[in-house]
């Protein structure tokens, strides 16, 4: 039988889960991806957590003894959800150990309300990484414009960064940018760069659900040909942007004293529009040195059905140019497509964390009053 994933990952395409839970704890189910999907790292977003914390149950005892102790919602929301990514991050302790702290990495996101605040994002990654306290863990970090220097400066405190909710290239090589700069903010300070860690999230399948829809709007047999293609092509010109600066000079130097290079992560690869192959956003996006953060049902899709080609990236530069040449001969403005998807993004987590804040708070009350059930503290 072929060990699909496996090919995948002789490619250089690390599998992570794009999920985190309680249960997904206890039951063992993350340990057995772990074992047997080749699953070798996990992110989490505030909308990850949210939906795993509405599970009071998987959380019951853990929200009794925070009731007890009188904790505010907010102290209570990051309690569970670092004792969630500490245990993940025990349980992926061997990858991070197997690949000299390459992968077994699992994700922690700051408050997606100081997206726009730098200096409460870098004070809250600092907690973050204290309060987990394990090497292989990734605070992540919104690639906002307030996030930038918050991404240097955290790196250059010896925290290891997970760049989250970026769009666009140029927006991407703001981020290699701020790496860099934040890496040699970590030698100047002391730190041994052969620990510190970074992935930059760019974010794939939602780039085609904005551009199509603005497609079927122009409507023309021009723009429904161009229909799928923007996503995997932003995707492959941001892997050209890396390649072209991790193999500067710039880079060397880092190189040279241990650092290792920011890995490009493509989230949100599960497919949204029905038509196309579930797959897709795998199997389109494979090169060494990639990660691939996948929701559960596309690493058992791939498992089942997925086709590795060998590279599908560094050869098709010129189409990936080429579409975004057509995109932009019909209409398509990209700089408002990707100030659309960074909004949203932000807004979206900010919903989830808002929720999550509200369902914990009446949890809490239903555990300080002994019952079982949320909505009798309502």
Known sequence: MTDRLAELSAQGVA???????????????????????????????????QKALSDADAYDEQLRDLALQGVTVEEAVRLMTAKDVRWATDIFRPAYDASNGVDGRVSIEVD???AHETESTVAEAKTLWWL?????????????????PAITQVLGAGISVNVTLIFSVERYQAVIEAFLAGLELAKANGHDLSKIGSVASFFVSRVDSEIDKRLDKIGSEQAKALKGKAAIANARLAYEAYAEVFGGDRWKALAAAGAHPQRPLWASTGTKNPEFLDTIYVEELIAHGTVNTMPEPV?????DHGTTRGD??????????????????????FADVFKVLEEEGVEKFEQSWNELLEGVTKSL???ASGSKNPSDAA
Do not use: C, M
């Open 312 to 333: 599908t990236i560094t050869g098709n530069y010129g189409d990936a140019h080429q579409v975004f040449t057509d995109l932009a001969a019909i209409g398509i403005d």
């Open 112 to 114: 997606p309300r100081k």
């Open 132 to 148: 987990v306290d394990r090497p292989n863990l990734y605070i992540k970090i919104p690639a906002t414009l307030a996030g930038l």
């Open 15 to 49: 599998v992570w889960l794009d999920d985190l839970s309680r249960v997904r704890l206890t039951s063992g189910s993350l340990e057995k991806l772990r074992a047997e999907q080749h699953v070798v790292g996990v992110t989490t977003n505030p909308s990850i957590f």
């Open 299 to 303: 690493i058992f899709a791939y498992e």
């Open 365 to 367: 009350k239903a555990a």
